[in-house]
């Protein structure tokens, strides 16, 4: 039986496998991600977490020389069908990265250019709305609410992340990917990023790849441990750090390899 019900589920994952040319990447991951919950993946450098998580808004498909089967199902939809639009699919699955990547625009263009470019509001008025929205959302409102039309190349690393965090949910996505969103950041912006994960995840889904276990521990609700291109164990969160099943996991979670 499934850890996640069919009901409770966002996203289905079926027997994926990806390749790097000849290289297997994934060996037939099988994943069900549960809606409006924090999701962590955790497994040493090079084990497909990050391959993985490209898979689910299809950010593989930029990638020369890759291969994909399986299934991938979003709200019950295969998004590796024909008829998916795909930045459609990215809007409603979005991603923040590992280094806070800005535009070298405005703090008010990061957010406004994707909901322009997609036709989400008409005028003035409500991008404006949807810009203190989504920066509200971000909790960096207060912090840039008098300067929206200096650079965000300007803002600290943590600040930065928050914006791309922000500029990701101003187009109203169902789903939040995270590829070690806190790796660059000291400890005060990292407790800012997951504290706003906390916060979001009554609205969003939530995926996130972190090479950090307290922090899996403090945000995720599930966990997913990967080795070598498999899952070796999924569960709850406590049950995984508390009372794992295999030793594989035991070994990583204690420090014995990874």
Request: some cysteine.
């Amino acid at each position: 039986m499934s850890l996640i019900a069919p009901k409770q589920r966002k996203l289905h994952v079926a027997d994926l496998k990806v390749w790097y040319g000849q290289k297997v990447a994934l060996g037939g991951v099988n994943l069900d991600i549960a809606a409006n919950e924090v999701t962590a993946l955790i497994g040493p450098s090079g084990c497909g977490k990050s391959t993985f998580l490209r898979c689910l808004n299809r950010m593989n498909d930029l990638v020369h020389g890759v291969r994909i089967e399986g299934l991938v199902e979003f709200d019950g939809q295969d998004i590796y069908a024909p008829e998916v639009d795909v930045v459609e699919l990215r809007s409603r699955i979005g991603m923040v990265f590992q280094k806070a990547n800005p535009f070298p625009k405005s703090i008010y263009e990061n957010i406004a250019y994707a909901p322009k470019i997609l036709g989400l509001v008409d005028r003035r008025a409500e991008m404006d709305e949807l810009v203190e929205h989504s920066l509200r959302r971000a909790g960096l409102w207060d912090e840039v609410r008098d300067r929206l039309h200096a650079s965000g190349l300007n803002m600290s690393g943590g600040q930065q992340q928050r914006l791309c965090i922000a500029r990701a949910i101003a187009v109203n996505p169902s789903v939040l990917l995270m590829d070690e969103p806190c790796s660059a950041l000291d400890p005060v912006a990292t407790a800012a990023v997951e504290q706003l994960i906390d916060e979001l995840k009554d609205r969003y889904t939530i995926v996130i790849v972190t090479h950090n276990l307290q922090q899996a521990a403090r945000v995720a609700g599930y966990t997913a441990f990967f080795h070598l291109g498999d899952i070796v164990e999924y569960a709850d969160t406590d049950t995984l750090f508390t009372r794992p099943r295999e030793q594989r996991t035991e070994d990583y979670i204690t420090g014995r390899y990874g």
